[in-house]
Structures are given as C-alpha cells and as structure tokens.
C-alpha cells in the first residue's frame, strides 16, 4: 500500500508539471502548447483564416517535441540494454531542458510583442523537447500508469470507469475501474492545479516561476529508487 501511494504522488507531481509547463507556454509564448502537439496543430490551422502571431514558434517546437522523443527514447533503450531504471535519468534530462526554457525565457523581452524574437524561439523549442522527454519516457518506462502530459485520454477513461462503477453488475470490470480510476484522479486533478498554479506564476513572477515545476522533478530525482519502480513498464 505504501508503495502504491508513492506511485499515486509520482503521478500527482508529473501532471501537476504537465498542466504547470503546457499552460506556462500558451500565455507566455503566443499560444504555444508545450505538451499537446494537437492543439498546435489545430491553432496553426485556424491561423489560415484568422492570422495571429505565434506560428513561427509553433512551427518550430514541432520538430523539437520529436527530437525530445527521440532522445528519450534512446536513453530509454541504453538503460534497458544494461538493465537499470532510466528515469532518474529522463526526469534530470528534463528539468536540464526546463531550465534552459526558463533562462531563455527571460532574456526575450517581456511582454513580448514578437513571434521572430530569437531567446522566446529557443524557449519555446526547449519546452517542447522537456515536455516530450515527459510524454515519451511515461509511455515507454511508466506503461503501467496513466499519461501525465495530456489529459484528454484521461477525462475520458475516468468518466469511463465512473459509469462502470455506478452502474455495471459485473464485479471484475468494478475493480479495473476502481483500480485505474485511483490514478487517473490525481493524474487530472494534479494537471489542471498546474495549469492555474502556472496562471498565477506568470502574473507574479514571470519566468521565474518556471523554477516549481523544476523542484518538483528535483524533488522525484531525490526519491528513493523503489518509489519510482512500481508499475514501471
């Protein structure tokens, strides 16, 4: 059981720097979506027929997220080769990334009135590389827990497994969905905290506040090794 409810903060921590780092990028850099490549995809779209700043930075943080994927995913498979645990690793990749997306940050100018402003460029690649180590190394190494960067899924799964809890009479399908709806509900709740805690950060301390969702990988990199195994993939 205690094990279990390190996996459940182990979820809480990674949705709450999910929601915290995705939000983050959409205010301060033209709508950019750090975590969810759809919603750039879709905002690039919509820019044909109202045009609006930020297609540049959207443009660019595209090829960036897939390095990130792919970079995790090597240092996923040089870890298994030798049989150890790459997330120490992955989560240290990550906040190496989010710091230099906050540094970046505050070297462009701040409101910042211009998609070409090279630091705001380099920012928002660097988010988009962190957050794709996120998403990438949770779907490979953390297979056995619910996805922490977008929340879509998610809503739907748990929804999902509310309906079945309430109203089917089969009692092995209950316990699944008991059993998974005890992750999804801190994965959502912890997600959309972040997303107003990022709110409030902007609006008080701009890039700065970049810093939490840093000392929380900090804090899952000081965790001993068996609290971050369970479930793992």
């Known amino acids: 059981m205690q094990t279990a409810r390190h996996s459940y903060l182990m979820i809480a921590l990674l949705s709450f720097i999910g929601g915290y780092v995705d939000t983050f990028g959409f205010i301060a850099l033209f709508g950019l979506f750090t975590a969810h490549i759809t919603g750039n995809f879709v905002l690039m779209g919509a820019m044909l027929v109202h045009p609006m700043q930020g297609g540049l930075l959207k443009l660019l943080a595209f090829p960036a997220f897939l390095l990130g994927v792919a970079a995790s995913r090597i240092i996923v498979l040089n870890f298994e080769s030798r049989q150890k645990s790459p997330l120490k690793t992955l989560f240290l990749v990550q906040g190496i990334l989010l710091t230099g997306f906050m540094v970046a940050g505050l070297m462009a100018p701040l409101p910042l009135e211009s998609d070409t402003e090279p630091a705001a460029i380099f920012a928002g690649m660097l988010g988009a590389m962190a957050m794709a180590i996120q998403s990438a190394g949770g779907r490979t190494t953390l297979s056995g827990i619910v996805h922490t960067t977008v929340m879509t899924g998610n809503v739907t799964h748990m929804i999902i497994d509310i309906t079945d ?38 609006l008080k301390f701009g890039y700065w506040s970049v810093m939490l969702p840093i000392l929380l990988l900090l804090i899952l990199l000081s965790s001993p090794m068996h609290w971050l195994e369970h479930k793992a993939g």
């Open 165 to 202: 809890i309430v109203y089917s009479k089969n009692a092995e399908l209950k316990a699944r969905a008991r059993a998974r709806l005890l992750q999804l509900a801190p994965a959502v709740s912890a997600f959309f905290v972040g997303a107003l805690s990022a709110a409030a950060g902007y």
